[in-house]
């Protein structure tokens, strides 16, 4: 746990300069699903997450199914919710990791399919192994997940 807690956002300063990124933004208080629909809002547009390559700790779920969620989690569901569409099925539990308020999480990138490859490789090199294309940007409004 501490190895990824004191990893650091450094891509952040490399990935900002690569000319098929279009924004980028760390995961802190509003959670993945909150700070993907800040995106999604500035920029008129739908982020679609396919949930099932989205990055977890190992074990995130199995603590949260036990309770280990925390309050913030539920109180941005609450003020965003009615602007993200989960497919049918889709666990409480789940639903509790994409609105979790990270204080120091990951970074969204949004970035042309074609320089994918490079932010991958960027972030790969620089330590941050489980980076990932976890979904796509389309014509819409709000947040997805599939």
């Given at each position: 746990?501490?190895a990824?807690?004191?990893q650091?956002n450094k891509p952040g300063?490399a ?10 933004t ?8 909150g700070?993907a ?6 920029a008129?547009?739908?982020v679609?997450f ?14 949260a199914?036990q309770?280990?969620i925390t309050?913030?989690?539920g ?11 989960l497919?049918?099925?889709f666990?409480?539990?789940?639903r509790?990791?994409?609105c979790?308020p990270?204080?120091?999480?990951g970074?969204?990138?949004s970035?042309?399919a074609d320089s994918?490859?490079?932010?991958l490789?960027?972030?790969h090199a ?5 980076a990932a294309?976890i ?7 709000g947040?997805s997940?599939?």
């Amino acid at each position: 746990m501490i190895a990824l807690t004191t990893q650091l956002n450094k891509p952040g300063i490399a990935l900002a300069q690569l000319e098929g990124v279009h924004a980028l933004t760390d995961i802190t208080g509003f959670g993945l699903a909150g700070h993907a629909l800040e995106l999604a809002r500035g920029a008129g547009v739908q982020v679609r997450f396919d949930w099932s390559r989205t990055p977890l700790i190992a074990g995130v779920r199995d603590l949260a199914a036990q309770g280990c969620i925390t309050g913030a989690s539920g109180r941005n569901w609450a003020s965003y919710g009615d602007e993200i569409i989960l497919p049918a099925g889709f666990s409480e539990v789940d639903r509790a990791l994409f609105c979790d308020p990270q204080t120091s999480g990951g970074l969204l990138v949004s970035c042309s399919a074609d320089s994918a490859a490079e932010v991958l490789a960027l972030f790969h090199a620089q330590g941050f192994a489980d980076a990932a294309v976890i979904g796509e940007v389309t014509a819409g409004h709000g947040v997805s997940v599939y």
